[in-house]
């Protein structure tokens, strides 16, 4: 938060944080949708720019915009804009071209893993067994989820290029995890999520040049115009800003094992708007999901081993 804002209660970050999964599962759907009439880099250039122009018009409404801690940090900002933005979608975008939808999901899921490695090794975040046992559990969730719980989906998995790009993916949030820990120490969440949006914006824009398409951007549909809205807004202006505010005030581990509801989001909401079936395999990860979660925050609150 900037300027003299009263900072949220622990309990109100924990519930509030809720809503980044729920924004990043909406996400799914919509860019399935857009990627479909504008090209991938054209559609994440296009995204982040205009995010990345309202949060720095909102820092500066607010009176939040400080030159100072930009320019103190600057270098760990632009580490955010290079991982968590240019080179995450790079990775999932052109990864997704050459891998299954089970695969990706699966390798992206170890992102709160690496990210609580990261943590506890380099940044100094406490393990205790709560910790542990609530990523193992967040974990069979999520895989009992994208598997709808077959041991033949599982047998079946063979890994190719697309694979180890998505763990070129796991590898860039898990730094921009990391190096945001650091960063939002100095830099409110609010002014660290503008600058670091619009400067990995300004890395597509130049990637998304190379790859041609945006001819096609005045041609997209209104329901492309409306879901290039909500991922604007939602899944980019408020998670992101809400995901930084939640890694300087609950860690960079317990605010990555969120990530692991992002699946969970994404199946109930294709099922209410695409008409997806939802099986039992889902909601039994789902239980596993929350359960991990809950170990991971509220109850590992309430004690130390």
Not at 210 to 226: F, V
């Amino acid at each position: 938060m900037t300027g003299t804002s009263k900072p949220l209660s622990l309990n109100t970050v924990y519930l509030v944080m809720l809503l980044v999964p729920l924004f990043w599962g909406g996400a799914f759907g919509a860019t399935k949708h857009v990627v479909t009439e504008i090209p991938p880099l054209a559609a994440a250039a296009c995204r982040f720019f205009l995010a990345g122009v309202i949060m720095t018009a909102w820092v500066a409404l607010r009176g939040g915009w400080d030159w100072s801690p930009v320019r103190r940090r600057w270098p760990g900002l632009l580490i955010l804009a290079a991982t968590g933005v240019f080179l995450y979608n790079i990775f999932f975008t052109v990864g997704m071209k050459y891998t299954t939808a089970i695969n990706a999901a699966l390798v992206i899921s170890v992102n709160p893993v690496t990210t609580a490695l990261v943590a506890a090794t380099l940044l100094g975040e406490a393990w205790n067994w709560r910790l542990v046992a609530g990523f193992i559990l967040s974990f069979l969730g999520v895989v009992a989820t994208i598997t709808k719980g077959s041991l033949a989906v599982l047998a079946a998995l063979s890994f190719s290029y697309g694979d180890l790009l998505m763990v070129g993916g796991v590898v860039s949030w898990t730094v921009y995890t990391s190096v945001a820990k650091l960063v939002v120490k100095d830099v409110p969440p609010l002014l660290a999520t503008s600058v670091s949006t619009l400067a990995g914006s300004v890395m597509l824009l130049a990637a998304s040049l190379i790859e041609g398409g945006w001819a096609r951007l005045p041609a997209a549909s209104a329901q492309t115009a409306l879901e290039m809205a909500y991922l604007i807004i939602f899944p980019t202006v408020l998670a992101f800003f809400l995901f930084n505010t939640g890694i300087k005030r609950i860690g960079a581990s317990r605010a990555s094992a969120y990530i692991n509801l992002t699946p969970i989001n994404a199946i109930w909401i294709a099922a209410l708007f695409y008409g997806e079936q939802v099986t039992f395999a889902h909601m039994s990860g789902a239980v596993l999901i929350i359960s991990g979660l809950l170990l991971i925050t509220v109850f590992n609150q309430r004690g130390r081993p």
